[in-house]
């Protein structure tokens, strides 16, 4: 089935146009409050959970939802601004029927999204999403008022998710002793990811930490990390914590101002428990991640492999191969015994306890991983470019590769989420990296 909606990571598009409006929304609510329904074998009606980040246009998006819901029979739980991970936490914990998430993760304030968890935690199945989408097409039939949901809110919703990260942290260590700098980029883990690292026994110095509907991500987070590294730098402080506007993305920094991306994070975890003497059957990467990884990876004997870009591709290939960890070098890090989902302040918790267990800096622990350099260039491209089938944009791809020979690599893919094309290119150095990233790029004919 074609999908009209669902892209990788739910239905995501700019506020106030197709499909990010209410009266779409509230029908898509509707729809998956039938699908649900359908779906639902235990006694009682269903019951979603909707948790949102801060974008200003998130209010109007949860009364939709609610009103689609409650319209088709299901009852709500509404726990406000909470990290997606936070979502899939306590849908599971709750026993409840699916969740729901009204963010639209590291974009811009303008752009918002819906996306969906089931019962178990997990991204909901394409058979689920292909479902939501034919029903999308059939009339809406308002319950009766004897069938209507009902909304109740879960106010200690925060706390729960707060003490859920706190144990994945080793019982036999504490963050006493370090200086933190956490940036939540004004969003879901404003008032958060400050209290797990405060309640574990960090110094924590937040910033990024007052949303007012508009700044989320804007120049600070996972997506712009240079404000944490100042503030690191300027602070004295031993390690930065950046997260993306849901909180499901990680960036770290040292005290050098070094910053650590996805790949390198997800290496580290792997490395120390080995070291620890447990079992690592294999992780999965993507087509971003680094070479210098894949190499490293084999130096560890894991078995390595790459899914497509998208953390919904890393959790199938783990579930495929049956092994725990995964990521991308964007910061998505998925460790399957310790979350059913990517999780930004669980997977800072996990290298924080490499740190804690080895007593040895992050920077040293990985000075023997010599990372290729990457450009990565985003264009905006016209809708109508077929960068896939374009004679001269294959040309100039077929170029680069022989200029790079076997010393690098180059990876042109569109985004699931904005019309915007990422041309990566790897390197020995970054000054050659960048400029076949640009060379590649300019040959996009880009939106007006």
């Known amino acids: 089935m074609k999908r009209k909606y669902f892209g990788t990571d739910g239905i995501r598009g700019e506020v106030g146009?197709?499909?990010?409006?209410?009266?779409?929304?509230?029908?898509?609510?509707?729809?998956?409050?039938?699908?649900?329904?359908?779906?639902?074998?235990?006694?009682?009606?269903?019951?979603?959970?909707?948790?949102?980040?801060?974008?200003?246009?998130?209010?109007?998006?949860?009364?939709a939802l609610e009103a689609g819901f409650t319209a088709a029979g299901v009852d709500v739980v509404l726990c406000g601004p909470i990290p997606t991970p936070g979502v899939a936490y306590l849908t599971r914990a709750l026993r409840l029927s699916a969740g729901v998430v009204i963010s639209a993760s590291h974009n811009p304030y303008q752009d918002n999204g819906i996306k969906f968890f089931s019962a178990n935690g997990d991204k909901l199945p394409d058979e689920l999403e292909n479902q939501i989408e034919a029903m999308l097409d059939q009339p809406f039939v308002c319950a009766s008022s004897m069938a209507m949901g009902k909304v109740r809110r879960?106010?200690?919703?925060?706390?729960?998710?707060?003490?859920?990260?706190?144990?994945?942290?080793?019982?036999?260590?504490?963050?006493?002793?370090?200086?933190?700098?956490?940036?939540?980029?004004?969003?879901?883990?404003?008032?958060?990811?400050?209290?797990?690292?405060?309640?574990?026994?960090?110094?924590?110095?937040?910033?990024?930490?007052?949303?007012?509907?508009?700044?989320?991500?804007?120049?600070?987070?996972?997506?712009?990390?240079?404000?944490?590294?100042?503030?690191?730098?300027?602070?004295?402080?031993?390690?930065?914590?950046?997260?993306?506007?849901?909180?499901?993305?990680?960036?770290?920094?040292?005290?050098?101002?070094?910053?650590?991306?996805?790949?390198?994070?997800?290496?580290?975890?792997?490395?120390?428990?080995?070291?620890?003497?447990?079992?690592?059957?294999?992780?999965?990467?993507?087509?971003?991640?680094?070479?210098?990884?894949?190499?490293?990876?084999?130096d560890l004997g894991v078995p390595f492999e790459r899914a497509s870009v998208g953390d919904r591709y890393v959790l199938e290939k783990l579930k495929q191969k049956d092994w725990m960890m995964g990521g991308e070098s964007s910061g998505h890090l998925i460790f399957l015994d310790k979350h059913t989902t990517g999780d930004g302040i669980v997977a800072a918790l996990q290298v924080l306890a490499t740190v804690r267990k080895s007593g040895i800096s992050i920077s040293e622990r990985l000075n023997t991983v010599k990372m290729y350099p990457q450009s990565l260039v985003n264009v905006r491209?016209?809708?109508?470019?077929?960068?896939?089938?374009?004679?001269?944009?294959?040309?100039?791809?077929?170029?680069?590769?022989?200029?790079?020979?076997?010393?690098?690599?180059?990876?042109?893919?569109?985004?699931?989420?904005?019309?915007?094309?990422?041309?990566?290119?790897?390197?020995?150095?970054?000054?050659?990296?960048?400029?076949?990233?640009?060379?590649?790029?300019?040959?996009?004919?880009?939106?007006?």
Not at 30 to 55: E, N, Q
Not at 404 to 420: C, D, F, M, Q, Y
Request: net charge negative; with cysteine.
């Open 17 to 63: 146009l197709s499909p990010i409006t209410p009266d779409f929304v509230m029908r898509l609510g509707y729809a998956a409050g039938k699908v649900f329904s359908a779906d639902h074998d235990a006694h009682g009606r269903p019951t979603v959970l909707i948790g949102k980040d801060t974008r200003i246009s998130g209010y109007m998006l949860e009364s």
């Open 154 to 298: 879960l106010d200690d919703a925060a706390g729960r998710y707060i003490e859920f990260c706190k144990s994945s942290f080793p019982n036999q260590y504490d963050l006493h002793g370090l200086k933190l700098v956490v940036d939540c980029a004004n969003g879901a883990a404003y008032h958060i990811a400050p209290n797990v690292f405060h309640e574990l026994g960090a110094e924590v110095i937040a910033i990024a930490n007052q949303p007012n509907g508009m700044n989320i991500n804007d120049g600070v987070g996972a997506t712009s990390p240079q404000a944490c590294i100042q503030e690191v730098i300027s602070k004295g402080a031993d390690y930065g914590i950046a997260l993306d506007g849901d909180a499901d993305r990680l960036q770290m920094i040292d005290s050098q101002g070094r910053l650590f991306n996805g790949d390198e994070l997800l290496y580290l975890v792997a490395k120390d428990r080995i070291e620890s003497g447990k079992e690592v059957r294999g992780a999965v990467g993507t087509l971003m991640t680094n070479i210098a990884i894949e190499n490293a990876f084999a």
């Open 381 to 448: 491209y016209k809708k109508d470019f077929d960068w896939k089938n374009d004679p001269q944009f294959q040309q100039i791809q077929a170029e680069v590769m022989q200029e790079l020979g076997k010393n690098g690599r180059i990876l042109v893919r569109a985004s699931g989420t904005e019309p915007v094309l990422r041309v990566m290119v790897e390197a020995t150095e970054q000054s050659i990296a960048q400029s076949l990233a640009e060379k590649i790029a300019s040959k996009v004919p880009k939106a007006s």
